[in-house]
């Protein structure tokens, strides 16, 4: 067993001492037990320096014993699995723990970067922007580079994290946050009443302040009272009792986010399960009983290691059986500080003195101070003599002016409790100044939320109890839960007396913001240069933007601008509170979307027999489609895709072609609603007919383009682009419920229910033969054009038939029930294979589409009207539809807009690139000539060369121009040709063959 | 002239394997049933006619249309509130379908048989599993038997309800999910299940 | 934020998609470039309640009329869009 | 008051008792030339351009809370120029300019840090895009680089190469983009501006506008009093459309919520700003050490200031997919801010329809980089009544006449910009 555990009391607390655990700090071998935190088995082992500040340094050790820790943050865990700024108040120790000290070098004892404190009369708050601006260029060579090694704190393990994350949703009548007094009593009330309940906890284990400070509760201590009230609530099926859970944030309609570290406990988690579990829980009530943070007071040398607060200092003494210090001293403003004093000396501590700042104390306290042979100084400390090691004397200013010193090795200080007031006031709510304990509370809270106990400012146990257990009870019954919820636990209250004292004035660093190094001086000078505004105040000094977020630090840094601007405290004002109350894990809020899992993967059909094919997939949107299919021998991409479109132009190629949105359109109307959302028109097509259609949004730019066929009378099956097929759905729902509801028209998505192909190619036919029945006449006189109709296939399967063509070739677009996607494309290869059949990709639609000069996305840039597009004839002026009016607007009808043409290069063995732009011939490129872009290309093997579809200015009228293809970013200049952009059979003959 | 088969294949046949997943050496939590032999057909009311239509259907299945997200079981058929005015018509392969459906019900109909793919879920940690993916309350009191939800799980739009509960009493879970989607989000469903066991099965036969 | 449906009830935020002001009325066919301009480009953007589209594209995909504060994001009541469902609208 | 190293020195010998305030404590006077409601990065370095370069130092910055409390205090502090369309790019990069001197101008450290901006792409399609977009530039005199897969890897080699749904591919570079300390920028401009005579008074809320008899603009109502000015410019993002409604103009702006965030403090880990293409997420690292990320507006019109968790997740999920290496690194505040959504996605930067009465609005969620170049451009149209040239394409009626500046290609919905 490594080391001796020589600050363990021999007896008591909340830790397993049959359960010892081993673990490192720094490299060296420790034990504690189960039970324990890194920071209980730390101090059980007598180490008092666990970090070095920001800014300056300097060392520090413990402040508390809980998720406010400003100073004792690690590095815990290694190699992947490193945390940096990981509290040792909260990290639960686990055999084989490794931490290590942060923000040091070469080593936490002896830190390089301490001599920092040697220039700290000029390194004050917002000192960097008044210098480092000579001569320019210095900074990001120079200064920056140093200050950003000097500054951040702990290093992320910078590879990729190995344990995994969920998310999942929980729903209840009241939520609770919290398991001290109050949040036991209110969950309790709110369970008897019959309510659905969850509790988070943050702990490990049950009882908040009770675990330290316990109490008697109905007659019976509080250990008692914990167990027995778990017990009723265990036995209540619908409360949740969660710990290890934190309440973090309050979003709108009683959402709520807690992060429950599910397995931070255990080296690593097991198989199958996650570390962390991000929950959104919807509550139609809120308690928050998140009890009070005990606040520090500004004094020279307050960051001494071995100065602790006094609720955190009785906590390791009385929960853990760890002591801080042998020979306590208290500094306190109040009377809760004295329970220290009680705790220390019940487990045989000495006590070295209290200083106590109020004018009077108890009677019960002076008595406890003579039984104890301890002094009780009046006034304040003024200073700390101590450093790495620990505190070795304190300068006591007493009331009326003398000066005195006391001997110890802690110090432990209450300055006065502040409600944890960050849930009530993430709705951007300001807490409100109560005087009486000299701190804010909650002033309102977001719909359905309220504090009770600490949290609202109210300390005593007995308060606690009743507070909770009426909000518990409050918020069952506002929830529609009316059951008994009995009578509250009773305790007494103890006194709660407090005479306000922020700051002490002395000689020496006075620490408002431990972490960031913001002392009171800072704050003088922020006041002084015109930050006075709370808000500039923490933006100028960083006060409160550590990682513990100001928790211990910013009430009393603005009880320190008051003071020196001559406002109260209230006048002054809090900042805005922000969620998460702890920092949470960024990888917690990415649940298991991450790596291959980032997004959803849809799959088309015929996807496996593609991957048996050998297909190369590129992602489209959500889509997996076969880009092209490679065969042996194939050099790279380029012959396999010359290779698919050669087949078709010369013989019969299929694709699938799926992953287009495709939607019933029926009702009476359904011609009449496709009117209004198309340029053209739909209502007179006929049926068994398939008429290709443009619609436009509503500002006039081309929204989207697709097939639209009219299977009957009250029937159309419409087809959109793959990229947009859910947003169409979206905007036609939307023209249907909202803009035109006295249409009798209904709309469903049926792009899942059909696979479908496209058969390209001058023997598409002869194959199709192969496969409809026989009776079915696919003549041009039968079945022309345009065409549409359900045939029935070989074997009495139903099919809806299209003669489409994206290609320019003959062609078909072929649909199936989507289970027979897999078999069409395998009965297709059988059917075709007396005719050479080859499975083509999305290349090499893309390059058959740009040779027939058929726009797609590149072109539907979201910024091209019809007439851009060549498509400006297709705008019925017969009828209203989306986006005509706008459509007319001087800008986009201006005769020098960019235009779709063709271009080729001028040499036929140039490669062309997408997205170089396009120039007059013979000038220099500049912004005044730049006159458009190339928007798609390809290499043709049809025309055995490169050619491209561009925008360009004017561009039908300069058909035959040669201009300038500028392409700085890669390097490339040269000459193309402007042509028209059919460059395959543009009259159509093939595919209408 | 060639013979061609008209297989039909779940766009689940290829990542679903029968047996167990996950934590094993415990009971499994959750069992996962595909059911692959169905017929879905949506059925949509014309405008001013959802009384028209709810008479016709009633007169069909003997049971009145659910005219809020609830599933409604009849001897041959469960009927699926799907949205306003529209409702599922689920049966056994054959059963239902938009030929013997046409005729009788006047509204608008689309075939969805081969659209969505079925899973039902169930199994003691069913519930906790299932909080991963929906963010429906499936409280036993907020989500009884024949409860229903046109929601979402991992952004996909799914069908959730729940069917009768197992004759051990467990409840069971049915989602009606993307055929091309089905994929991606049975592999969310495994690994959400996973840390409780995972029994895979599927069925021809629809419960 | 969560917004409750007038048919399924009250879902999450992520199940619906988002689009705007619910006030201005799309103009008849007929009118002038201004009054469609005016329609599709100018906004109250009002700081307080405010009636507005949600689409439930991620349930039953019924288009909404949500009153809610873009102050506070309270929401203080719901309808769906007139043509939602089958019921029938005008003559 | 000078400040140098040297001056930081001497004040140390005296214990900083002798530092001045960083900018006067004005108090309102009758009148002014020039009335700029807004007293953040905009409306402050439009002040000091005026004051700076045309002279004209009779100027009041009216701000309602404390200076830079607006989207100046709450943004990701990115700064670049690597915009596409005629309009936006050579605005952008006057502004880059602009940056490039700032500090020296103004005599205030704002931390400009040319780190780099890189937006990565992951498909064919989007590295056209960017393509297109970085020859745009290269035409206009702007730094652009497209990167292949292997220089990105060599770059930044710790994202997620090989085990990504959507697999980056390579990345259109701007090295002169990078980061500024937003804060300073606005206190930076304040102290500038101060010195030369601007009177900049917060706490000071516009409530309405004095006109004359033919509808001017004379002056405004304020919660400090009426204060007359020669010309009033407004620089409110966030509150556009509230301060145009009290001189009864509507405007094609809406408000939209857009969170950011900031995770722990960390030694250094991040090179300048990364976009991921295939997600909403962007990120960079502060001085400090914080990662500073943010992806996509929540999507609802909304003045709260505070956003929902969907996005947050949303963002959180594009980072662990581009580089799943920050999952144990803490997120450790998040925020909102109210966006000025333009109906294209372009701010606008006009004379209004009001005589007298000048709008700078509709900067969406860019508009921090645009902090030196929309004061300087502003200042001038108040100056001269013109508008600069580089800003000659942002006018208020281009909605009316189709001459869109839509870098998105969404369209009149401004939650899609």
Redesign the interface.
Known sequence: MAGAQTHRLGNGGLVDRSAPLNFRFDGKAFSGFQGDTLASALIANGVKLVGRS?KYHRPRGILTAGSEEPNALVELRTGA?????TKATTAELYDGLEAASQNRWPSLRHDVMSVNQLFA??F?AG????????P?KF??AIY?PA???A???????????P?H?D?AWAHCDVLIAGSGPAGLAAALAAGRAGARVILCEEDFVLGGRLLSDGGMIDGEPAAEWISRTLAELAGMPDVRVMTRTTLF?V??GG?Y?AIERVNDHLPSPPEHQVRQR?W?IVAKRCVVAAGAIERPIVFAGNDTPGVMMASAMRTYVARYAATPAKRIALFTNNEDGWRTVETALGAGLQIAAVIDARPEISPAHRSLASKGGFPVLHGSVSGVDGGKDGVRKIAVSLTGGARAEVEADGLAVSGGWNPAVGLTS???GRPKWRSDISAFVPDGAPPGMVAAGAANGDFGLGACLSQGFAAGAAAAHDAGRTGNAGSAPVADDEVFSLTPLWHVAGKGKAFVDYQHDVTA?DIE?AQ????E?V??LK??T?LG???D?GKTSNVAGLAIMAAVSGRSIPETGTT?Y???YV?????A???H???????A?RLTPSHHWAVEQGAVF??TGLWKRAQWYPRAGEKDWLESVTREVKAVRSGVGFCDVSTLGKIDVHGPDAGAFLDRVYINTFSNLAVGKARYGLML?????VYDDGTTSRLAEDHYFLTTTTAKAGLVMQHLEFCRQVLFPELDVQLTSVSDQWAQFSIAGPSARELLKQIVDESEDLSNEGFPFMGAREVTLRGGLKARLFRISFSGEMAFEISVPARFGDAMARNLMLAGAPFGVTPYGTEALGVMRVEKGHIA??EL???TTAADLGLGKMMSTKKDYIGRV?AG????VAPDRQVVVGIKPTDETRRL?????IIPKGQT???GN?QG???SVCFSPTLNQWIGLALVERGRERIGEIVHA?????GEDYDVELCNPVFYDPDGGRQRG | MVEFSWVSRSPLEHALVTGTDGARGIEAGISLTEIRNFDLIQVMARRGQAAELGQAAKARFGVAVPDAPKAVRTSDATLIWSGPDQFFVLSKGGKHTMQTLEPALSGSLSDQSHARVLVSISGAKARTMLAKLSSIDLHPDAFPVGAAAATSMDHTSVTLWRGGDRTDGQAVFNVLMFATFAESLWHTMLDSGAEYGVDINHTERLA | ?RIACSFCGER???EF?????AKPVRPEAGASE?EV?DY????????GA?S?YWYHGGGCRAWLKVT?N????EISSIEPAAGAGAAKVGA | MK???F???RA??S???N?????R?ATPKDRYDVVIIGGGGHGLATAWFLASEYGIKNVAVLEK??I??GNA?RNTTIIRSNYGL?GN??FYELSMKLW??M??DL?????????GVINLY??D?Q??????????M???GID???LDLAAVRKMIP?L?FD????PVQGGLLQRRGGTA?H??VV??YAHAASELGVDII?NCEVTGFVRDANGKVTGVETSRGKIGAGKVGMAVAGSS??VA?MAGL??????HVLQAFV???????IPGVMTFG??HFYVS?S???GLVFGGDID????????G???V??D???????LM????????????GGIMDMS?DGSPIIDKTPVDGLYLNAGWCYGGFKATPGSGFVFAHLLARDESHEEAARFRLD???????I?E????????LH
């Open positions: 920001f699995r490193r945390e940096p700024n009369p000029i004050v000192f960097y922007y008044k210098t480092f601006m000579w320019a900074w990001e920056e200050i950003r090694r500054a951040g704190l702990g290093r992320a393990a910078g590879i990729a994290d344990d994350y998310k944030g979003y709108d959402t986010g991000l959104r993430y709705h951007r001086s000078l002084r240069e015109g930050f505004s808000e500039h933006r100028y960083t933007m550590a990682t977020q805005i922000r969620p998460p920092p949470v894990a960024i990888g809020f990415a649940g979307h991450r790596d291959g899992t980032f997004h993967t590129v992602d949004r509503e500002d006039g730019i996305g590149p840039s979201g910024t706008m607007r001087e800008a986009l690139r997408s997205g170089a732009h490129p500049g912004p730049d872009y190339v928007t500028h392409d700085p970013l890669r | 934020m999450e935020l992520g998609t988002y689009l705007g002001d201004d301009f599709v480009y100018l906004r109250d953007n009002v700081a405010t507005e809610r873009t102050l506070t994001h | 400040y140098s190293i001056s930081l020195a140390a010998l214990g900083h008792k530092w001045q305030r960083t900018w404590d809370g404390w830079g409390s205090g005629p790019t050579g490039e001197r500090e020296q005599n205030y450290n704002a931390m400009v840090s040319q780190r992951h498909s399609a590295r056209d895009a960017y393509a297109r977009r970085g020859n745009t290269r035409i206009n652009a680089e497209l710790f997620n085990n990504a749904r959507f300390r804060d300073a206190w930076g917060q459309s509230r409604a509507r405007l094609p702006i809406e408000s995770s722990e403090a960390i030694k250094p880990l295939a997600g690292q001085d400090k050490g999507g609802y019109n909304s003045y709260a200031q505070r929902n968790m969907p947050m997740e963002v959180c999920e594009g980072g662990m997919a799943p290496m920050i999952g144990r690194v803490r997120l450790l505040r998040q925020w109906m281009r909605f009316r006449t189709g001459a869109m839509d998105k290609g969404q369209g009149a919905q401004p939650n």
